[in-house]
């Protein structure tokens, strides 16, 4: 995986107001700690933020430019946490953290279902995910876009596992093995379809409410270096 470079702005205020301004400006508030380093307050281009990081690569390396800090060949900056508008989904604050590209991390992967399921295709059941990420130990530049859960051959009743998934050099699954990703179920009936819709539409209206509250960066101190993970509630407000 390569890294991307995004140049950041240093910034000397903080809280609501400054980060309220700087927003309107078109910029984003955030901060950037990890591996030991003082957390340094920081400010992005919205527009350049969003060039790097979709969303559907979360797990982007950034080559974080940060006025004042020299670059190092074997660190690199990862976004850690973002959060967004409930309604706009526009980024409001960043966490990005320091990883060095010599330690393995762990992350969560997306899964992507590939292959064909007679169980599906001839006798109409549908694909059940158990899992629609998995966690697995890499290297920073060894982090797999997607996982691949193939389910060519599969019939009714059949589960695919973690251990079922493929091996990928470089990259290990810390998840249990026997733990299932995805099974094939019976065909459901428009009563059970309307109710899984539903019970999806209800999920989506509580994503939406979470997380509406910023929580000031001041207010928290990241974990010391060497915990085993770090504080994944600090904001870049």
Known sequence: MELVPLKVDSREETGKG??????????????VYGMGRETVHLSVSRAEFERVYSG???????????????SESAVAAMVKALQRDPVTKAPLAIDFQWVSLTQQI??????EVVGNAPGVDDDGGVVQVQL????????????????????????????????DLPQIE?????????????????????????THIEEEALE??????????????????????????????ESGE
């Not at 979470?210 to 504080?231: D, M, N």
Request: proline fraction near 8%.
């Open 170 to 194: 470089g990259v290990s699954y810390t998840s249990e093995s026997d733990e299932a990703v995805l099974t094939i179920a019976p065909p459901i009936s428009e009563e059970q379809l309307e």
């Open 132 to 163: 629609h990420n998995v966690s697995v130990s890499c290297l920073p530049t060894a982090i797999p876009e997607h996982i691949e859960a193939n389910i060519d051959g599969m019939t009714i009743g059949d589960a695919l596992f973690i251990a």
């Open 106 to 111: 762990e992350v969560d992967i997306p899964i």
């Open 18 to 31: 400054p980060a309220a301004r700087l927003r309107a400006a078109g910029s984003i508030p955030g901060v």
């Open 204 to 233: 989506a209206l509580v994503d939406v409410e979470v997380g509406e509250e910023i929580v000031e960066a001041e207010e928290l101190t990241p974990e010391e270096p060497g915990e085993e993970e770090e504080a994944s509630g």
């Open 56 to 70: 559907s690569d979360a797990n982007v390396l950034i080559e974080l430019d940060v006025p004042g800090q020299e």
